[in-house]
């Protein structure tokens, strides 16, 4: 046993071939411990110090890179793998130590979802200066301290050029959202017939309205009738057809570069001005099967507002109505999943979202994990936590313009007058000021060139892991639920 020989308690142990993989805390912090017969060749494959135990081998190694890709090749459950059209979640980790609370809340789901553990977009890469690599090997070391062997997928997320897709393909990622928001021309929502004419008449030659057999067409699917007229269709080809033409070269590439590895496929236009009409839904669609891209998820921008970390903000009867269509649609022309974009804390529109996807539905988070990282740092280390709400409050104003919020400072409470700090995060404004300001907290500098808050945040998290882990659990629980087609609370 690595606990007798090291004397030290193990966060993970697990036997395979006679030999111990573990998990230990040492001073200096978590390392990974392999307790291996003496003759075990596998051992060079790792880093860290070997010491001879009578008949074995212990090694006690960093939670490095090296160390990640030979664990993988030894234990292939920490490969991610393909989802498919099972019911999803995708629960990005911006810091890289919430995979343990997540995987928590996907136990008690038994089954029913399959969950992505490894997720973040190239944006918050670059602003958490995390790698690719590290996103992925982040998630791995959460996966083993947990044990978690049924399965995960790897989400490079929104994607936009092909050096994106390269450099995700390398570090092991297995599905891939593609994001051509930059190519949807939003002049098609307010141009006449004839400008429509005219900007469709630049559109690519692969894209060409004519080329879609879309024209003149009334499409029927389930109570759905969709015409589309010479108007209708202009105003989707102009609106999407070069973000179509997009997906497709980014699909073509990565199909060329994937080689015979195998991987899945999202869309994503939830980031758009405006919605994604029905008929602009058969579109996208229609053209992307033309053009001959296999895709299993699709991500529309729906009716109301999904601003980040808050609840959606619009009436619930219209987005019922426009999701039960794209559901119809995506059944159609698929079936393919419908994902749900900035999809943490919609409360309000999960059970809508739960009954009527029957289960072909994707979940998307990302920044809620950080805010509940904060909410165990507020209980634990207040002054901390009021030092980075300060901070966020300055920030705000600047960091918020690639994101879809409407916070104002002057409704979220001044730190002077906050008295219970776990709350705060409760609180609209103050929730959407913390959640768009997270990459200036973790790379921050003080006058000295030290990351001002970002060691800190480490440490706390790191000597807290369980209150964190339960907190992720306690809110993941609840966005989960009603996708179980379990009963709810
Ligand atoms: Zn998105």
Redesign the pocket.
């Known amino acids: 046993m690595i606990s007798s020989n090291l004397n030290l308690e193990p966060l993970a142990n697990i036997r395979q071939d006679d030999i111990e993989y573990g998990l230990v805390r040492t001073a200096a912090g978590v390392r990974l411990a392999i307790l291996a017969p003496r003759e075990w060749a596998g051992l060079a494959e790792f880093d860290g110090e070997v010491t001879q135990q009578g008949q074995q081998s212990l090694l006690i190694g960093p939670l490095s890179s090296t160390n990640a890709a030979s664990l993988r090749l030894r234990l292939t459950w920490l490969m991610p793998k393909l989802l498919g059209l099972r019911t999803s979640a995708g629960l990005g980790d911006r810091l890289g130590l919430a995979t343990p609370g997540h995987i928590r809340a996907i136990r008690g789901t038994n089954g029913r979802i399959a969950p992505i553990f490894a997720q973040q ?1 190239m944006r918050e890469m670059a602003r958490t200066g995390r790698t690719p690599q590290q996103v992925m090997d982040d998630a791995m070391w959460g996966i083993f301290s947990e044990g978690w062997q049924a399965g995960f997928g790897a989400d490079a ?2 994607l936009k050029t092909t050096e994106d897709i390269d450099v995700c393909l390398a570090a092991g990622f297995t599905f891939f ?1 593609i ?1 051509p928001g930059a190519h949807v021309d939003n002049r098609a929502e307010i141009a006449s017939l004839s400008e429509l004419r005219e900007l469709a008449a630049s559109l690519p030659d692969e894209v060409q309205p004519a080329c879609s057999g879309l024209g003149g067409k009334t499409i029927s699917i389930e109570e759905l009738e969709i015409a589309l007229s010479e108007a209708v269709l202009l105003k989707a080809a102009v609106k999407y057809g070069r973000a179509i033409a997009h997906v497709a070269d980014m699909y073509r590439h990565l199909s060329q570069a994937a080689g015979t590895r195998s991987f899945e496929l999202e869309v ?1 236009v ?2 758009t001005e405006q919605p994604t009409s029905h008929a602009e839904h058969v579109y996208i669609a229609s053209e992307l099967k033309r053009l001959g891209v296999n895709w299993v998820s699709l ?1 529309p921008r729906y009716v109301g507002r999904f601003e980040k970390g808050v609840d959606y903000i619009g009436d619930l009867a219209a987005f019922e109505q426009d999701f039960g269509g794209h559901v119809a649609i995506a059944n159609h022309y698929g079936p393919y999943k419908l994902s749900l ?2 999809g943490s804390d919609k409360f309000s529109i999960y059970p809508i979202a739960g009954r009527l996807s029957h289960g072909l539905v994707h979940l ?1 988070t990302a920044g809620t994990s950080y805010l509940e990282a904060l909410r165990t740092i507020a209980s634990v280390e207040v002054d901390l936590f009021r030092e980075i709400y300060s901070f966020a409050r300055e920030r705000y104003e600047t960091d918020k313009t690639s994101y879809h919020v409407s916070a104002q400072l002057g409704r979220a409470p001044l730190p002077e007058a906050v008295t219970e700090w776990p709350g705060l995060l409760d609180q609209f404004d103050a929730r959407e000021i913390l959640h768009v300001t997270f990459g200036s907290v973790l790379t921050e500098k003080d006058s000295d060139g030290q990351k001002r808050f970002r060691d800190r945040i480490f440490a706390v998290l790191n000597a807290n892991a369980e209150a964190y882990a339960a907190n992720l659990e306690k809110h993941f629980s609840r966005h989960l639920r009603p996708f179980t087609g379990l009963a709810s609370e």
């Open positions: 977009s997320d929104h959202t994001d994503s939830d980031e991500a974009h900035s998307k």
